[in-house]
């Protein structure tokens, strides 16, 4: 469903993404996994053109497209099949949860607005927000924030939803309700690609597991293979130093 | 404070209130309505970088900027009549109050569209809307909302700055003032007076101020 090959880019002198491939299927949830610095970010937003990539192929549903010279009209058209959860949330703030959810369903889609209400009041139902449906970004938790993110997300019926670290920005103890939610997605059969820090959620979740350093993929593959005998000696040693971490800091939620 | 003054003062009062009415609000509420559709076209020109748009934007906003609003009042009514360009002087004050306002509340609304964080223009992207829809629905309003205590400052001091208006010969309240002062020599209770009903006007102002600033605020509200 989503391919792409050999992703370059560069920020002046810094090259972050060193030729990147990357393959999606429909119902996969591709966890892409590195530290710091690794380039994950940067190709997640590369695919969805909040960054130029400096060359690379995109196939999106069979259609091909040069990286670096789409046309604004199809960069378009691609973004209203996908959807993008950001790790700060980046809900509209003068938005309640509700208009933050519909906002793009009747503006871009042209939905009608009560087709557009009952689709967004549906969303927030199953982030268990109902009963938040009038509060601005502001009134909400940054969970409950994140969990809007997701519900305004998947009401727009992508073909797979993106997600930038989406509980990098939050407290330990609110990254288990956003995880609740995502997996649930997962269990639905939603294509999703996360870009994440949260091994347990790659390990028992995703379907496929990306490990990124350097710019450059190191290994990837199912998750069950990638966690169990990771072929690579940097895998193995990202993997063990970031379990001691989070066994550490925080208890697994999933 | 003996009879005379009394009755001078409250002669006074509708003759300089009138004006005030007829004239001062008048042009502060068109002056201003144009410099609003100035500025926010100027700032969201250069948050856009259009090019060749920009700088004729920065000229414009340098200009009127860097040279007092008087001479440019001067400039428009006694100077452009030499080369066949003669205002009435209303419709003079309007244009220089507005063409000045505009260039101090563009750079108020650009550092208003600056300061919204970038994330909500790339999250307008992603839910499938155009720049054009983001800007209007999504950032334009935020950047209002965060421009307005100081629109609305500039707003109250532009009541105050129609009085200079009395020299291209509008007959403003401050003008009308003048006129009595001329005819009665009561230059210090005639011009505390209009200060007053000047500090009136600013005051209703104000007050309008707070009460747009509670309802554009509400999303800025924080639970507890």
Known sequence: ??????VKKSFGALEVLKGVDLTVNKGDVVAILGPSGSGKTTLLRCINFLETADQGTLIFDGEEFQL??????DIARLRKKTAFVFQSYNLFLNKTALQNVTEGLIIARKMPKAQAEEAGRRALAKVGLSDRWDYYPGQLSGGQQQRVAIARAM?????????????????PELTGEVLTVMRQLADEGMTMLVVTHELSFARTVSSHTVFMEGGVVVE???SKEVFGHPREARTRAFLQMEEAGQRTTR???L | MDERLLGI???SFPKILLPGLMVTIPLTVLAFSLAMAIAVAAALVQFARVPVLTQLCRFYIWVFRGTPLLVQLFVVFFGMPRIGITIEPFPAAVIVFSLNEGAYCAEIVRAALESVPAGQLEAGYCAGMSYLQTMRRIILPQAMRTAFPSLS??????????????NITVTEMFMATRTIVAATWEPLALYIEVGLVYLLFSTVLTKLQSIGEKKLGAYQRQEG
């Open chain 2, 153 to 166: 400052n500039s707003l109250i001091a532009m009541v105050k700055d129609t009085s200079l208006a009395s």
């Open chain 1, 220 to 222: 990837s593959g199912p």
């Open chain 1, 68 to 73: 670096g010279r789409v046309p604004k009209r």
């Open chain 1, 1 to 6: 469903m989503l391919e792409v090959k050999n």
């Open chain 1, 155 to 171: 009401a727009a019926e992508p073909e797979i939803i993106y997600f930038d670290e989406p509980t990098s920005a939050l407290d």
């Open chain 2, 9 to 11: 003062l409250a002669d």
């Open chain 1, 251 to 253: 208890s697994d939620f």
